[in-house]
């Protein structure tokens, strides 16, 4: 069903590109990528799968007719360097923004909400979802960092009880990025494992530039540590999982669960073999789970020489969360309204169970909640490659229930 | 003019002054015209750049006050900026302090806790002085990092970054420093023109005078009875302060701040400001500004010009052209200081003596 729906997508914008083939005026989408700073390994296959899908969308006759043009820079993960560049692209034209960071996404809510320019970010802090206060024109794409840790969490504590263990004698640590974005998952996740009447639950930042974490390996031995939940990079979070498995002298001993940020081909790659076993928190469906989505970036991808694997589950990232901004722009158009910011807002809010052809859960936002899901489902590392470990996790259908 | 071979002042008044000649009094008055015309020719996002640049110039000139005049190496330059920037920040948010004075309590606290982690220099020395200096940076991020209140809270949730309420210049609703570049330029350039005035004259008198003998020969120094303790601890605070109000600028000019504008890589940033401008200088200070904030813009909007005039492709976009223009950067910092190891100061004035003396140079 799905794959029909997306032909019949890709006929229709074919179509249409036949019909008014790009006359219209162009609409302009700011963003800022990190290409050359401290997250650019991440950063960079996620700048081109936005470029990617813009391309794509104006290759096929554009938003009803009208070209994207694209005004984007490389940022270097520079507060200052940021606000700039959003000044400029405001001051130039753009209606939307695409983001990137926590430090700079928070540096410019206030702006964003006195320009009413939509902004979807890569920072999946729960402290951007505010529509009726502070963030008004903030969206999340995808699952927040908090809801991410709870569904993990929820999911080792089933396999746990699963194997005839009892919750009191499991001890969750956390590791994370000595940051905010590192420690915003964590009040979420203690409430839940409190909640949920998990033994222990402890969180220990991982000291930036360090080249081992055998002490606070140490520190979570001591506390007698049964699951280990890193929110980090890959290249920490790899650190860490060789450290660990080093340590304790294997994969079995300890159950490894990365978020997002970490649980990528690169985290595999880095931790080699002391990767087997990990689990992932991944709101985009990784490349080497196949779902219709991965189509087209597939085939656009092959044009220039490349494999989706290559250009990393980032790729699919940048290119979903611009399929869904570019679906309420054409959304707005479609509903014969100016092209706005707070068209485009109102447009967004009534989006309902998107689809993305699987590369996400689907997307809906409503006026008093722009986190576009809070589901997502647990993949593993099996052979070097992420396989589905899990159906989705759904923290809203499981708290209606 | 030409034909002077000196100039002569046959009054105290005349040797006191800060521009004797005429062709420095013409050139002070093209650079206040410059200045006051250059934002009518600008676009506000340029204006923004240039603010970006003064606030830094602010800051370079009280690292060149300790680095380039007394001679002690400080690493800690964004831990000062720092203190300054949520020292002014948490003033107005959480105690509804007026920005002005709020900016000026900002540069204080900075003034003493530069102070503070300037006591160890009486006993280190160079790299050592460097690495306590780092001390300031790693400790004032922890604090930030860690305790929540400091990035603001609402509803008792740690917001991650400290929100700034706008301010207005003269209390005029036009004039809103965070929003109109206009307005925050003619602030921060009479701010940046007092500085300037403030730290040429500072050294000459007898503390300035004190820190250029502590940076020469410390003990010849301690010999003629300058207190060496009182006066580093004092060069500490007084560059310390400037840095703070350079801080708080980029307070008033936000509308949200978080650590990751006052890490590591920002004080060496400013740190080669003053090695590219010129050490011991005021104007090297400026001139260091200017370089290191405008060059990445520049080399940034070539490259945006490259791409939307379909000169290289999205793939040289997102791979190559930012690393080409890192590395562009590190070259030009490189050529410069094998062009001239003292600065672009002496640059400027090696053309000056060049015209001057022509055609008899030799």
Known sequence: MKKYLVVLVVACLWLVGLVGAQTGEPIKIGAVFDLSGPTGDVGTPYAEGVIAYVNWVNENGGINGRPIELLSQDYKYDVATAENLYKQFVSQGVVVFMGWGTGDTLALVDKIAEDQIPFISASYSASLNDPQGSAPYNFLVATTYGDQMEIMIRHMAAKWVEAGNDLADMRIVVFHNDSPFGTDPVPQGQAYAEAAGIGGFLSIPQPRGATDFNAEIQKADDFGVTHIIVQNVSSGAALLARNVVDYFGSNEEIVFGCLNWCADELFVTRAGAAAEGTLGAIPFTPTTVEVEGQVIPREVLKAQGRTLEEASLHFTQGWAATAVMVEGIRRTLEAGLELTGPNIRATLEQMENFETGGLMAPVTFTPEDHRSTRALAIYRVENGIWVQDSELIDLRALETE | MATQSGIYHQTYESDMQLRPTTAQRVRMVLVIAFVLVLP?????????????????????????????????????????????????????????????????????????????????????????????????????????????????????????????????????????????????????????????????????????????????????????????????????????????????????????????????????????????????????????????????EILRSIGQALVQNRLVSDQVFVTVLPFVQQGTFGLLIILMLIVEPEGIRKLWSNIKDYFRLWPFSY
């Open chain 2, 40 to 296: 009518l020719l600008v676009s506000q996002n340029e204006v923004r750049i240039v603010n970006k640049v003064m606030i830094a110039a602010i800051g370079a000139i009280g690292l060149n006050i300790l680095v380039g005049y007394t001679g002690q190496i400080s690493l800690g330059q964004g831990a000062f900026l720092a203190v300054g920037a949520y020292g002014c920040g948490l003033l107005m948010v959480y105690f509804q302090v007026p920005w002005g004075l709020a900016l000026m309590a900002g540069a204080l606290i900075t003034a003493v806790v530069g102070g503070l982690f300037g006591l160890p220099s009486l006993r280190l020395k160079g790299l050592y002085l460097a690495v306590a200096t780092l001390a300031a940076q790693q400790i004032v991020e922890w604090i930030i990092i860690r305790w929540d209140p400091i990035d603001g809270t609402i509803d008792g949730k740690a917001t991650d970054a400290l929100r700034i309420p706008s301010n207005f210049l003269f209390g005029n609703s036009a004039w809103r420093l965070n929003d109109n570049e206009y307005a925050f330029y003619y602030f921060v350039f009479v701010v940046l023109a007092i500085v300037v005035i403030g730290s040429v004259n500072l050294f000459r008198t007898h503390y300035g005078r004190a820190f250029i003998a502590i940076r020469d020969q410390d003990i010849a120094a301690e010999v003629m009875g300058v207190n060496l303790f009182y006066y580093k601890v004092l060069a500490f605070a007084v560059s310390s302060f400037l840095v703070g109000l350079a801080g708080g600028l980029t307070t008033i000019h936000s509308t949200a701040i978080s650590f990751e504008r006052f890490t590591i890589d920002v004080s060496i940033a400013y740190l080669a400001m003053i090695i590219v401008g010129g050490l011991g200088s005021i104007s090297g200070a400026i001139y260091g500004a200017i370089f290191i904030e405008i060059l990445p």
